[in-house]
């Protein structure tokens, strides 16, 4: 048969019988390949199962909060203020609009700075609410890749991973944390312990091989940890000590080595240069922010949180294997043990039923060798004895409030239980290692047909287990929508009444705009706010409105449907003639012009 050639290109239906056709175009191939890419698929699959296992949070995004409508509030501004700054004026981000006229007011809780960019999209009160929402199914998305990404790096296969992804992303304790945006955001921990694992080519299944060192994953990994940081030093600072203790314990091996000159191992300059730009990188950030929260304390020393508060959020031994109430699976059967918790909130801290037997279970079944399992299951234990605060031992020390005696900054970590980040993620390294060991001696036979079936079936149900109790019941209340009367308000503008949640929904409306107000609330009350609620508790009159006028105030407006109860209670009937104001009404609420 002769082979013949053609002028140009033939169309699908006419080539010539005798044609050889033409072989497909490789670099097409090659440049869609990323699509069934295994780090695709857990990309998509993370993002796909955050939004089931977090419904209805993308239901109403626009006007519903997941939670309550306390913190999720206050994190919802702080989310707009940050990309507000960053696109108006980033000198000036640590002054936020609120609790007018105190300074670096935005360093008053953690503030999840990292998510500036996203804060930067949109704007107005329903943006902010959008971007919440967004935010809350993200974190949970990066908490599977990241859980996902360091056990397959330390060894585990991709069902270990699928497990260990859900049961850290989705355990039962996080449901308590509904409205806590900056400990639900963890997925950075591990992602970054991940990449660092990456770059020194270490993994607990195979140890130090050097030639799988990637300087640029170290380097990455650094970066990531950094940002971690700058989403809050609620879970950032045991981060920033763990790794500062891995670098301590990398150096004194490496230089234990040398001394005895026995035969060292490879690093790398370019290792080694990545290491210090990336630590050099994490350092100042840590340092950076450090500095803003110390210059909040110089301000305002009462913001200085004693022992006492570790000792109250100090959560007994029955705690770890209780489920808070908005837990599906166990948030009912539970009911009786959490009545035995003083503060359920921080104490309900069931990493999940499953998760446990599964790790019990790998420490004596798994990939892993036996003395790194052994010490995995030291770790926990470990975070355990931490997580109880002041309840080891009757006191704490040693323990967790030894380390707030003597570790610079973690006396403000007040909630040991938070330590459940740590322990639930170990946890979920020995699982990856039992499904692993699991997957790999059951696969299916090529000879056996019916095994390609039962062998993925069998894999799913750990993977269900964990899946299913992350199942939330969580109310998703309506968001309180910003009166029009804000609009008409010459800023600075006072709210009342003042305290409470109220002020966190006065945060929340500010997006419209950021004026400023004399309004806000942290974990301390800032001296100029104490003096604001007590003067301005008999307004209007001569008193409070002279007050108010000496700090700046050129505005009240007051909500009457909110101040029953308040010393504002009634105030539509207080009279305003002689004081030098106007007065007026808009849809139910009063603006006083001052």
């Known amino acids: 048969m002769t082979i013949r050639a053609t002028d140009g290109p033939s169309t699908a239906g006419s080539a010539d019988p005798g044609q050889v056709p033409a072989a497909p175009d490789r670099r097409q191939w090659t440049r869609w390949r990323w699509l069934r890419h295994e780090w695709t698929g857990a990309v998509v699959g993370g993002l796909l199962l955050a939004v089931v296992l977090t419904w209805p949070t993308m239901r109403h995004p626009a006007s519903t909060v997941p939670g309550d409508l306390g913190d999720p509030t206050l994190q919802a501004w702080q989310l707009a203020w940050a990309g507000h700054a960053l696109l108006n004026h980033p000198l000036g981000l640590w002054d936020s609009n609120t609790f007018y006229p105190e300074t670096y007011t935005f360093a008053y809780s953690d503030t999840l700075l990292g998510y500036a960019p996203m804060g930067a999209l949109g704007s107005g009160f329903e943006a902010a609410l959008v971007r919440y929402n967004v935010m809350y199914v993200l974190v949970h998305a990066l908490a599977f890749v990241g859980a996902y990404a360091l056990v397959r790096q330390l060894g585990a296969g991709r069902w270990g991973g699928a497990v260990a992804g859900v049961a850290w992303a989705y355990a039962p304790w996080r449901l308590a944390h509904a409205g806590h945006l900056n400990i639900l955001s963890s997925g950075g921990i591990a992602l970054s312990l991940a990449m660092l694992a990456r770059g020194h080519g270490w993994s607990l299944r195979h140890g130090y091989r050097p030639e799988r060192r990637r300087p640029g994953w170290a380097l990455a990994g650094w970066i990531v940890a950094a940002w971690q940081v700058t989403l809050g030093f609620g879970i950032g600072l045991p981060l920033v000590y763990f790794l500062l203790a891995a670098v301590l314990v990398a150096a004194a091996g490496y230089g234990w080595s040398w001394w005895r000159r026995t035969e060292r191992v490879p690093f790398g300059r370019r290792l080694l240069l990545a290491d210090l730009a990336g630590g050099l990188v994490f350092g100042a950030v840590t340092l950076l922010l450090g500095l803003v929260y110390l210059r909040v304390v110089d301000l305002n020393p009462q913001a200085v949180r004693t022992l006492d508060w570790t000792q109250s959020f100090s959560p007994p031994l029955i705690g770890f294997v209780t489920a808070p109430a908005d837990s599906w699976l ?43 399992r052994v010490a995995l299951g030291l770790g926990v234990l470990g975070t355990v004895l931490l997580g109880l605060g002041s309840t080891l031992g009757g006191d704490g020390d040693p323990g967790y409030l030894t380390l707030s005696r003597h570790l610079p900054g973690w006396d403000a970590l007040r909630t040991p239980g938070r330590m459940m980040h740590w322990t639930s993620l170990l946890l979920a390294v020995l699982a990856a290692g039992l499904v692993t060991a699991f997957a790999e001696s059951a696969r299916p036979s090529p000879t056996r047909r019916w095994t390609r079936v039962l062998v993925p079936a069998a894999l799913l149900v750990p993977l269900a287990l964990v899946a299913v109790e992350g199942v939330n019941r969580t109310p998703h209340p309506v968001a309180p929508r910003p009166p029009a009367a804000m609009r008409v308000a010459e800023e600075p503008i006072l709210l009342l009444p003042i305290g409470g949640t109220n002020d966190l929904h006065y945060m929340l409306w500010t997006t419209d705009g950021f004026p400023r107000v004399a309004n806000g609330l942290a974990g301390f009350e800032p001296v100029t706010l104490a003096r604001t609620r007590a003067a301005a508790a008999s307004f209007p009159d001569p008193g409070s409105v002279a007050y108010l006028r000496g700090i700046g105030v050129r505005s009240v407006v007051a909500l009457p449907d909110r101040a029953a109860g308040t010393p504002w209670d009634g105030i539509a009937a207080r009279p305003v003639d002689g004081l030098g104001i106007t007065r007026e009404e808009l849809d139910g609420v009063l603006v006083y012009h001052l």
Not at 343 to 365: C, S
Not at 367 to 372: I, N
């Open 330 to 372: 166990w948030g009912e059967p539970h009911a009786a043990a959490r009545e035995q918790l003083s503060w359920p909130p921080e104490m309900a801290l069931l990493p999940g039923m499953a998760l446990i037997g599964m790790a019990m279970a790998g420490l004596f079944v798994s990939v892993y060798p036996v003395r790194r």
